[in-house]
């Protein structure tokens, strides 16, 4: 994630900043150029940029619910951004946490619509699209109905909102006995989902997808139960970045598509702090060395772009163990995955719009 700096006085703001904390401006997310802006009042609830008196914005409707910074073209046939515009169901906001929880939610998934949009990869909304768009359920469970799963299908992302809630979250991932569990994380997993059959199926990268990820023809069902009656296979690890990834191709595609995600938002917040790494005590072949000078979404050649992620990995886990957490990536790359990871690279960089 980029940051920024406010036009008006050059204070650093970050991409949730309702307002510049040094000189009151309001800010708004242009997404058309990606850059968070101070905007000053015009007329009629409508806003222009700081120093640029055309054109006119309004600010999305979700953001008189505090939810939301994005800025919509005044003339916008939507009341929503772009972002919010995605959704289908919110939370029920007479509900005690709903705006809260919905706010959590929110700013995970405009997270999500940033590194898309950055990414240049089709985004559309079943609004205007309902066979090939995308769109969010937010729902929570009720009394005497069966709990709500969070997943994807045809498009359509579900998300219990539970998992906004830390300590909630933190009890799946002990339960489940997963290493790591975040709702962006689910936010990059679901909607890898969306994009394997935006980008994969009935595509000329189908039989590649095949070779590395398995046969996507398996039936899935089948294969869920048979993971979760007899668990992974023992070297697991050597084939998949998780081992929820070897239940089914679908869900390995998934789980590396998350994965690569977080390689290229991290990478990318390294890149706009100027981050470099040299470890004192390595040596040029221990390949801990690191500069991140481009923006890895920039960047065609995976193999740069993962040899900066491996000391960046390490030195954010020596970090955590430092403060006394666990690791922040607990995940090993083998060789495998590098090669899962470097062919998802290559399919959105040749899939930009």
Not at 103 to 129: C, F, G, Q, W
Not at 201 to 215: H, I, P, T, V
Not at 304 to 317: G, V, Y
């Amino acid at each position: 994630m980029e940051i920024y700096k406010c036009a008006h006085c050059s204070q650093i703001i970050y991409f949730e900043n309702g307002s510049c904390v040094h000189c009151g401006y309001p800010l708004g997310f242009d997404a058309e150029n990606l850059k968070l802006r101070p905007v000053v009042a015009f007329e009629n609830e409508t806003y222009t940029v700081y120093d640029q008196p055309e054109p006119t914005y309004r600010y999305c409707l979700n953001h008189g619910y505090g939810v939301c910074n994005w800025l919509v073209r005044a003339d916008s046939p939507t009341p929503f951004c772009q972002a919010c515009d995605l959704n289908s169901t919110i939370p029920n906001l007479s509900e005690s946490e709903a705006i809260s929880q919905w706010m959590v939610i929110e700013n995970a998934k405009h997270r999500l619509v940033y590194s898309l949009l950055k990414m240049k990869l089709p985004l559309r909304s079943k609004k205007t699209d309902p066979e090939k768009g995308l769109m969010f359920d937010f729902l929570a469970d009720l009394k005497g109905k069966p709990r709500v799963l969070t997943g994807h299908d045809n498009g359509l992302i579900t998300l219990n909102i539970i998992e906004a809630d830390d300590v909630e979250r933190e009890k799946s991932r002990k339960n489940m006995k997963e290493p790591y569990r975040t709702l962006i994380g689910h936010f990059r997993h679901e909607v890898g989902h969306y994009y394997w059959d935006r980008l994969i199926d009935n595509s000329a990268y189908l039989e590649e997808f095949r070779k590395l990820f398995g046969d996507d023809r398996e039936d899935y069902g089948e294969a869920l139960q048979k993971y979760y009656k007899h668990g992974t296979p023992a070297d697991w690890n050597r084939h998949f970045i998780s081992t929820y990834a070897s239940s089914h191709p679908w869900e390995d595609w998934a789980e590396t598509w998350a994965h690569y995600l977080h390689i290229m938002d991290t990478l990318q917040t390294g890149f706009a702090f100027g981050l470099s790494l040299h470890p004192q005590i390595a040596k040029p072949e221990d390949y801990l060395d690191a500069d991140m000078r481009q923006d890895p979404y920039e960047i065609k050649d995976f193999g740069r772009i993962i040899s900066t992620w491996l000391p960046m990995s390490f030195a954010m886990n020596s970090i955590n163990r430092s403060m006394g957490h666990t690791d922040l990536y607990p995940f090993v790359i083998t060789p495998e995955v590098m090669e899962k990871l470097s062919f998802i690279h290559r399919v959105c960089y040749e899939s930009r719009v």
